[in-house]
C-alpha cells in the first residue's frame, strides 16, 4: 500500500514537473528570487556550479542585491560576467531592467533605453506584475529624463493598475507631473483612454483663467470622467488649488520707494500696477483694495509688517530694494505672503517669499533657448566688464553648455576704441593677415588676399546698451563677420523709433517684453495715452506693474502647477521651485530701420 503510494505520488510529481516544463513560465526561465545569502556567498555558489543557467541565475541574484544595497559599481561588474544573450526571455528582461537602473544610477537615460530595447522586452506583459512595475518604473523614469515626456506618462499608466498603496499614490502624483508638463498643443484629450483623460483634464486646468475658473473647469471634467483615476484621486496638486481658490483676496499692500535714487523706478511700477487694478475694475471684476506703503521712508521689517497685518493685508508687493529682498530672504519666515519685486541673491528664502524682477539673466537663458531652437551649436559671447557683464554670462553659459552648446570666445566690451581689436581677436583676423604677410615675403611680391575669419563661429551672443551695439555691428560688418548671427538681450533696444540707430544694429534678432513689441494692446494703449513715457524704454517697468498685480492672486496657482504659466507684458511667466518667477520673451529682428516681429520660440 505504501509502495502504491509512493509510486502514484512520483507520478503526480512527474506530471507536475511535465506541465512547468511545457507551460510560458518555464519557456521564459525563472526568474532571480530575494536571496538569504550575502553577495559572496551567491558568487561562490555560481563558481562551484557546474550548471551554466543556475550560475547565471545567482550572478543576476548577487548583482541585484548589490544594486539594492546600493553599491552599483559592484552590482555591473557582477552583471558583466552573466552571458545575457544564452539567458532564457524572462532571465533577459530582468538582466536588461537591472542594467536599465545601473544607467539611471549614472544618468545616462539614453543607456538605460539601449538596454530596454532588448527583443525579450517583447514577452515583459507574461511576467508576474512585480518584474513588470519594476521594468515599466524605470522605464518611465529614463523616458522622463531623455525628454520623451509623454511615453513615459504612458508607461506610468500602464503600470499604475498593479500598484497598491504609497507606490500607486507616487506613480498617480508622477503621472499628473509629466502630463501637466505638456504643451497646450501636446494635450489631445480626443482618446477616450485613461491618457485621453489625464489630458483632458490638463487641459482644463490650463486654459482656464482665474483660480475660480480652473476650480469650475475641474468639477465640470470630473463630472464628465467620474470613473477616471484622476477623478477618483484627484492630484495633489490641484487639490492645493480647489483651497486655493476659496481664500479671496481682499487687500494688498503695495510696498514702494516714493523718494530717493529709486523714486522714478517706483513711480513706474506703481501705475503699471494700478493701470491693471482700474481695468479689472472696468471688466466688472471685485478687484481686492490697495493699500500703500512707502519702502524709502522704512525704518524696521517688522514694524511694516505688524501695520500691515493690523490693516488687514493678506499680500505684501514689494519691497523693490534689493537688500530689503535679502533681508526678507534671509528669514525663517514672513508673517504675510510676500511678492517681492526684486532678487536676492541666496537660492532659497521663506515659504511666504515669492520673487518677481526683470532679471537679466532670465533674457540670457532666454538667448541660449532661441538659438538651440534655430539649430545652432556653437556660440561667441560678447558682454560689458563689470559684475552685470559676469551674471549674464554666467547665466547664458550655464544654460547653453547645460544643454549641450559649446562657447568658442568670449570678449568682455569696455572701451570703445577697443572694439575693432577684440572683434578681431575674436573672429582670428589678425592670424590671418600674418599668413598673407609671411606669402608675400616668400614669393618676393604683392599677393591678392582678403583676411578670412575663423568658420567655428555660428552665431555671437550680445549683451550691451544701444550705443555699444550701434557700434558693434558695424565693426562686425567691416571686419569680414557681418553675416554672422547676432543675438541679443533687450538692453540693445531704446523702443526711440530712432531709424538711424535701428540701421546701425540692422540683422540683430533681440528679446524683448510683449509690452514693447505689441503696440495695439488695449491696455498699453490706455497706460501710454496717460503716461506717454510707457512707450520708450520705462515701458519695461509698467509691464512689470502689470504682471506684478496678475500675479498676485495666482502664486499659489504658478506653486501649485510648476509648468503652468501666464501670459504677461513682461513675458511669459513661470515660477522655479525656489519660487522665483522667470520670464519667456518673444522675439524681434532691426531690419532696415525697423522692429520686424519674429515668430516666437517654440516651447
Request: charged share 20%.
Amino acid at each position: 500500500m505504501i509502495a502504491c503510494l509512493r509510486l502514484f505520488t512520483a507520478l503526480c510529481l512527474a506530471a507536475l514537473l511535465a506541465a512547468c516544463a511545457s507551460s510560458p513560465s518555464s519557456s521564459l526561465g525563472e526568474l532571480p528570487r530575494t536571496p538569504d545569502a550575502s553577495i559572496e556567498q551567491l558568487l561562490a555558489q555560481a563558481a562551484q556550479s557546474k550548471d551554466p543557467e543556475k550560475a547565471s541565475l545567482l550572478r543576476l541574484s548577487a548583482a541585484d542585491l548589490a544594486y539594492r544595497q546600493g553599491n552599483a559599481g559592484q552590482s555591473a561588474q557582477i552583471l558583466q560576467q552573466v552571458p545575457v544573450e544564452t539567458l532564457k526571455p524572462g532571465q533577459q528582461v530582468f538582466a536588461s531592467t537591472l542594467a536599465a537602473e545601473l544607467a539611471m544610477v549614472r544618468n545616462q537615460p539614453k543607456a538605460a533605453l539601449t538596454a530596454l530595447s532588448h527583443p525579450s522586452l517583447q514577452r515583459l506583459s507574461e511576467l508576474p506584475a512585480e518584474q513588470q512595475v519594476r521594468t515599466g518604473t524605470v522605464h518611465a523614469r529614463a523616458l522622463e529624463a531623455d525628454g520623451q515626456t509623454l511615453a513615459a506618462a504612458r508607461e506610468r499608466i500602464f503600470i499604475a493598475p498593479m500598484l497598491e498603496g504609497e507606490a500607486a499614490s507616487k506613480n498617480h502624483e508622477a503621472i499628473w507631473t509629466l502630463i501637466a508638463s505638456l504643451p497646450t498643443d501636446q494635450l489631445q484629450p480626443s482618446a477616450t483612454d485613461d491618457l485621453g483623460g489625464w489630458m483632458g483634464l490638463a487641459l482644463a486646468v490650463k486654459t482656464a483663467g482665474t483660480l475660480e475658473q480652473q476650480q469650475a473647469a475641474i468639477d465640470n471634467w470630473r463630472a464628465q470622467n467620474p470613473k477616471h483615476p484622476a477623478a477618483i484621486q484627484l492630484p495633489l496638486p490641484l487639490t492645493k488649488l480647489k483651497e486655493l481658490a476659496s481664500q479671496s483676496l481682499s487687500k494688498i499692500a503695495l510696498l514702494l520707494p516714493q523718494d530717493g535714487p529709486l523714486a522714478s523706478v517706483g513711480k513706474a511700477l506703481r501705475e503699471g500696477f494700478m493701470a491693471a487694478h482700474y481695468q479689472a475694475q472696468q471688466a466688472g471684476q471685485k478687484p481686492p483694495a490697495i493699500e500703500f506703503y512707502d519702502s524709502s521712508k522704512l525704518t524696521s521689517v517688522d514694524e511694516f509688517y505688524r501695520k500691515a497685518q493690523a490693516d488687514g493685508v493678506q499680500l505684501v508687493v514689494g519691497p523693490l530694494e534689493k537688500p530689503l529682498v535679502k533681508q526678507l530672504s534671509a528669514r525663517p519666515q514672513l508673517p504675510i505672503t510676500t511678492l517681492a519685486l526684486n532678487y536676492s541673491e541666496g537660492e532659497q528664502g521663506p515659504a511666504q517669499l515669492f520673487q518677481f524682477g526683470l532679471a537679466a539673466e532670465d533674457e540670457a537663458r532666454e538667448v541660449s533657448r532661441r538659438a538651440r531652437a534655430d539649430g545652432l551649436h556653437r556660440a561667441a559671447i560678447m558682454v560689458p566688464k563689470g559684475e552685470w557683464g559676469d551674471r549674464v554670462l554666467r547665466a547664458f553659459s550655464q544654460d547653453w553648455q547645460a544643454n549641450g552648446g559649446s562657447i568658442v570666445a568670449t570678449e568682455r566690451v569696455d572701451q570703445p576704441v577697443q572694439l575693432a581689436q577684440q572683434i578681431a581677436d575674436m573672429f582670428q583676423l589678425r592670424q590671418s593677415e600674418g599668413r598673407a604677410k609671411s606669402l608675400q615675403s616668400t614669393v618676393g611680391g604683392q599677393v591678392a588676399a582678403q583676411p578670412s575669419r575663423r568658420q567655428d563661429i555660428e552665431f555671437i551672443f550680445l549683451a550691451a546698451t544701444p550705443q555699444q551695439a550701434q557700434q558693434i555691428k558695424p565693426t562686425l560688418n567691416f571686419q569680414y563677420a557681418g553675416d554672422v548671427p547676432v543675438y541679443a538681450t533687450s538692453h540693445v533696444f531704446s523702443a526711440s523709433g530712432d531709424v538711424n540707430q535701428y540701421n546701425d544694429m540692422n540683422g540683430i534678432r533681440f528679446c524683448e517684453t510683449p509690452w514693447l513689441l505689441e503696440a495695439n494692446d488695449p491696455l498699453r494703449k490706455q497706460v501710454t495715452a496717460q503716461w506717454p513715457q510707457a512707450a520708450g524704454s520705462l515701458g519695461r517697468l509698467y509691464a512689470m506693474g502689470v504682471d506684478a498685480y496678475r500675479l498676485a492672486p495666482r502664486l499659489g496657482q504658478l506653486k501649485a502647477l510648476p509648468e503652468s504659466r501666464i501670459e504677461g507684458q513682461s513675458g511669459s511667466l513661470g515660477m522655479t521651485a525656489n519660487q522665483r518667477v522667470v520670464r519667456q520673451l518673444p522675439w524681434a529682428q532691426f531690419v532696415s530701420g525697423q522692429v520686424q516681429r519674429l515668430p516666437d520660440t517654440p516651447r
